[in-house]
């Protein structure tokens, strides 16, 4: 989640200290601002979120979410997740939550379950819908609580839309076609 583009920008933010630099492999560029995490349910229904500097390392920052959220973890909970939480020690980590990690393969590794682009395209799909439909790159907070308010926002419209869907019956949970106006 990009916050600034400049140098001037960062200097005079009133998020430094609290953002930092990080690199997007997806936009194939560098950016000041916060990583998104988010733990979801399979139709996209957001479940825990938070935000965190880029400097911090993915596993680090999802086994902190999964410690506060240890109480709504369930035995046989597969979590999906992607190459960056390889690691026996992430793995056994999980596995004491009672949850399995299930993640594409690594080059170094032996093949296990292979690539799982379709269920990837199912975690990037819900970031689509939250990057484009919802605007979140362009939330325009100025302070951490503005950002963190604005995240929220786009959070909550997806999980009010999804549990729309559902009480309406439509087919596909987590379109937002019908509120694209």
């Not at 194939?28 to 400097?55: E, I, Q, S």
């Not at 046989?76 to 004491?96: S, T």
């Amino acid at each position: 989640m990009p916050c600034a583009t400049s140098r001037e920008t960062v200097e005079r933010s009133a998020l430094a200290g609290h953002a930092g630099y990080g690199y997007c492999k997806s936009q194939h560029r560098y950016f000041w601002g916060f990583r998104l995490y988010v733990l979801a349910a399979p139709d996209g229904l957001p479940v825990a979120w938070c935000l965190a500097t880029p400097k911090l390392g993915e596993r680090e920052v999802v086994a902190a979410m999964l410690h506060h959220e240890r109480e709504r973890l369930r035995p046989g909970l597969l979590i999906l997740g992607d190459k960056g939480f390889a690691g026996r020690d992430f793995h056994q980590l999980i596995a004491g939550y009672g949850a399995a990690l299930l993640r594409p393969d690594r080059a170094d590794e032996p093949r296990r379950v292979g690539s799982l682009g379709r269920v990837r395209q199912w975690i990037e799909s819900t970031f689509d819908t939250l990057k484009d439909q919802l605007g979140l790159e362009r939330h325009g907070g100025r302070s951490l609580a503005g950002v963190w308010v604005r995240v929220a926002q786009r959070l909550l419209a997806l999980a009010a839309c999804i549990w729309w869907n559902w009480q309406t019956g439509q087919p596909r949970k987590r379109s937002l076609v019908a509120y694209d106006h």
